[in-house]
């Protein structure tokens, strides 16, 4: 199993951090959250609009422009004609992919896929954002760009799990945090501890190796 009795929750406005070694199950444990796997066993409750970023550019269609792209992802997300033309400038604003916005998708590198995946994600007003190693690509300034995004939303009092390998940004914009090892739940409590015992963790494991 990916995952054995995994369990815990988020309030409002929280941002939970999930941090692990390769293969401790947390992408999978974003795609169950996301509704894109399903558990073999246990539930999963939420309530309102969900947005996930999770296999960088899987949701795109490579042949279709990044224009086009936002229209099919805001459309799927539950958003009205109405809601999905007043997203889109201040998505194709924030991507900043100038003249690319209307290229096709395959024509991006992973940095810009990045870049339009997390502006349509942030920017339809979920209740629930996931993010998974939403950070690793793109340049540093950009990357304060979305820092401080989430921080806003986070004010606004949206619920995102955010998984990373960076424990920085694990650290800075997470309240809580939740610690996988093999698919079990090692350790849930607040972002900056739970960060000191898995640093602690990986110290323990280079010196035995």
Known sequence: HALRDVSGQAERSTVVGLIGENGSGKSTLLKILAGTTAPTSGTVRMTGRVASILELG????????????????AALMGL????????????????ELGSFFDRPVKTYSSGMAMR????????????????DEALAVGDG????????RIFALKASGRTIFFCSHSLYYVSTLCSRAMWL????????AGAQDVVLEYEKFLSRKESAS
Do not use: M, W, Y
Request: charged fraction near 20%; hydrophobic fraction near 50%; aromatic fraction near 6%.
């Open 58 to 73: 899987a949701a795109f269609h490579p042949e279709a422009t990044g224009r086009r792209n936002v229209v099919l992802q």
């Open 141 to 148: 300034r950009f990357q304060k760009k979305c820092v401080d």
């Open 80 to 95: 009205s004609h109405s809601e999905v033309e007043a997203a889109v400038p201040e998505i194709e604003e924030f991507a």
């Open 181 to 188: 090892s093999g698919g079990i739940l090692a350790a849930e």
């Open 116 to 131: 339009l995946a997390f502006s349509v994600a942030t920017a339809v007003l979920p209740d629930l954002v996931i993010l």
